[in-house]
């Protein structure tokens, strides 16, 4: 258990090779005191003195032999295997836009004409353009947002380029170097 760290796992070791009872019993007291105050966040746990002499247990591999003040439970950690996690697995038509805008042009088609539709509207387009900038430095173009934005919301959500001003896309640097190769010495 790597809360306790090298030192707490080499003396339950040698605490499991001490072959008076009495001798091992005090020993295992007194990484008992240890480990207590290595872990004082435990304090404040209901039980936390079994739970340290559960993990007293654990980590010599159960087979520290003494007078355990409670009934010692199996800790199940290294038979355990997490269940596989779930992904929401959704079809995304434009990768570059991600699930999100598109989640966000559905309800732009959605919503009725007014200020927050023009509000909301202008903050995808301006997300749909950084994202094309990510995706691909070339092929970003404010048409193509235009065109995507009516195609996503089947025409119903218009994108006016005469008197729509995107904001400055963020530059990044290139991940490559910039094309600049560094010169051996």
Request: one cysteine or more.
């Amino acid at each position: 258990m790597p809360e306790y760290g090298r030192g707490i796992q080499q003396m339950i070791e040698y605490a499991v090779m001490i072959e008076d009872r009495a001798e091992r019993q005090r020993c295992a007291e007194s990484i008992f005191s240890v480990m207590m105050d290595m872990q004082p966040q435990l304090r404040e746990q209901p039980d936390y003195k079994h739970r340290i002499w559960d993990h007293i247990a654990y980590i010599s591999n159960y087979r520290l032999d003494i007078d355990y003040p409670f009934e010692i439970t199996r800790l199940g950690y290294e038979a355990q295997k997490p269940e596989p996690m779930k992904y929401p697995m959704k079809e995304i038509r434009q990768r570059q836009y991600g699930h999100l805008i598109e989640e966000a042009l559905k309800l732009l088609a959605e919503m009725p004409e007014g200020e927050a539709r023009d509000e909301l509207l202008a903050q995808v387009a301006n997300q749909m353009k950084q994202s094309l900038f990510i995706w691909n430095r070339d092929a970003m173009d404010e048409e193509k947002v235009e065109s995507d934005i009516a195609h996503y919301t089947d025409g119903k959500v218009k994108l006016d380029l005469e008197n729509f001003h995107f904001a400055p896309v963020q530059t990044l640097p290139r991940q490559d170097g910039g094309g600049k190769k560094k010169k051996k010495k």
